[in-house]
């Protein structure tokens, strides 16, 4: 592998992690009614933006992953597509086989297109009062990861003979959710 698509694969798998790592934190954190209780009794406002800003950034962390690997004026894009073809890829197989991944993941992330259209990227006002956080596929999101950390562990397999595992990776020094919310429970517990 060429030390520009070393690079970008970097990058990419970083992106993947970031965008992994924020979908954890709200299935986590918003995924029980247990959770829900605890968010409600402590700070719901606080964490009603949490869940915003945090579903806003995966979408668009996903969606950037599937732009062209080129603006229309030329600019290069971080991107699945640029990491393909950063990889100058010479064997047929292996260039087919991105190519169905990437239809895949596109497809997937294409099923969030109206949360990124109406939510994100335009202030659509049906959508304002729909509250459409409601209706994002969160099978899909899920898909889409699963098909990314598969696309960039071919390229990994086929040029280094190593597989990375870049979904939910460990928080460090234990600090994810599960310590957040016995934090609150425990904070609520004093002001009781």
């Known amino acids: 592998m060429n030390e520009l698509a070393k690079e970008i694969l970097e990058k990419i798998e970083n992106q993947i992690r970031n965008s992994s790592i924020r979908f954890e934190l709200v299935l986590k954190l918003f995924g029980s009614e247990e959770n829900l209780s605890i968010i409600n009794k402590s700070a719901p406002n606080v964490f009603l933006i949490f869940h915003g800003v945090l579903m806003e950034a995966v979408v668009i962390g996903l969606n950037r992953l599937c732009d062209p690997s080129k603006d229309r004026q030329g600019n290069k894009n971080l991107s ?3 990491l393909r073809e950063s990889l100058q890829i010479t064997d047929h197989k292996l260039h087919e086989k991105l190519l169905r991944l990437e239809c895949a993941i596109k497809g997937e992330v294409k099923k969030l297109n109206p949360f990124r259209s109406k939510r994100i990227a335009h202030n659509d006002l049906d959508t304002q009062i729909e509250d459409l956080h409601r209706s994002i596929d969160n099978g899909a999101i899920n898909e889409s990861l699963m098909l990314l950390q598969e696309y960039v562990n071919t390229i990994c397999l086929y040029y280094e003979d190593y597989s990375v595992n870049i979904l939910n990776p460990p928080y460090p020094s234990g600090d994810g959710p599960d310590r957040l919310l ?7 517990g004093e002001m009781m």
């Open 182 to 188: 016995s934090l609150l429970c425990k904070a609520m």
């Open 80 to 82: 699945i597509g640029a």
